[in-house]
T-cell receptor, first 116, second 112 residues
Framework: DTEVTQTPKHLVMGMTNKKSLKCEQH?????MYWYKQKAKKPPELMFV???????INESVPSRFSPECPNSSLLNLHLHALQPEDSALYLC???????????????FGPGTRLTVT | LAKTTQPISMDSYEGQEVNITCSHN???????ITWYQQFPSQGPRFIIQ???TKVTNEVASLFIPADRKSSTLSLPRVSLSDTAVYYC?????????????FGSGTRLLVRP
């Protein structure tokens, strides 16, 4: 199984709502990532989890809160978002971390988020 | 951090070979070059990765000259389904982790 799944596919939320995005992989990968992608722009890294610990936070606003409950799951909790946060949110995973070199990242299909 | 430069867009026709060149003048000794493909409303998909000379897989070839300041992704005999955005990435190394920084990418349009 080389698939990364993300739920929901689409999400519309108001600025006062609290919602969560979910990501799951069963490839035994030890690194998981959240990216944000605006229309016609490249993906931008938000967070990196390595062995279930947060290793990189790319100065993301606190209204985005990541969580890695176990090695297969990654959540992104959303609260008090702004309309400019509307984007495609991509989850990815990879086998290796650290100085072993760059490893192939497997991306999920993304969650299309609209903040109204 | 190495920065990459790619053409914004390219046009081709079915059956042709497409070569997309990426410049990365500040590439570090231990950096790898990776290419990803992304279709609309989908996550990027790994195509190929290399360090030097030439790498070939069932999908593409990657040519890297000795100075490693550029690289060329070669797609043989493209089809309409190869229409996508292609990203060239150079992976920096961190102490405890690494991260991919996507450049602007090249939008490839394959015409019938």
């Amino acid at each position: 199984d080389t698939e990364v799944t993300q739920t929901p596919k689409h999400l519309v939320m108001g600025m006062t709502n609290k919602k969560s995005l979910k990501c799951e992989q069963h490839m035994g990968h030890r690194a998981m990532y959240w990216y944000k992608q605006k229309a016609k722009k490249p993906p931008e890294l938000m967070f990196v989890y390595s062995y279930e610990k947060l290793s990189i936070n790319e100065s993301v606003p606190s209204r985005f809160s990541p969580e890695c409950p176990n090695s297969s799951l990654l959540n992104l909790h959303l609260h008090a978002l702004q309309p400019e946060d509307s984007a495609l949110y991509l989850c990815a995973s990879s086998q290796k971390t650290g100085l072993a070199g760059v490893d192939e990242q497997y991306f999920g299909p993304g969650t299309r988020l609209t903040v109204t | 951090l190495a920065k990459t430069t790619q053409p914004i867009s390219m046009d081709s026709y079915e059956g042709q070979e497409v070569n997309i060149t990426c410049s990365h003048n500040n590439i570090a000794t231990n950096d790898y070059i990776t290419w990803y493909q992304q279709f609309p409303s989908q996550g990027p998909r790994f195509i190929i990765q290399g360090y030097k000379t030439k790498v070939t897989n069932e999908v593409a070839s990657l040519f890297i000259p000795a100075d490693r300041k550029s690289s060329t992704l070669s797609l043989p005999r493209v089809s309409l389904s190869d229409t996508a955005v292609y990203y060239c990435l150079v992976a920096p190394r961190m102490d405890s982790s690494y991260k991919l920084i996507f450049g602007s990418g090249t939008r490839l349009l394959v015409r019938p």
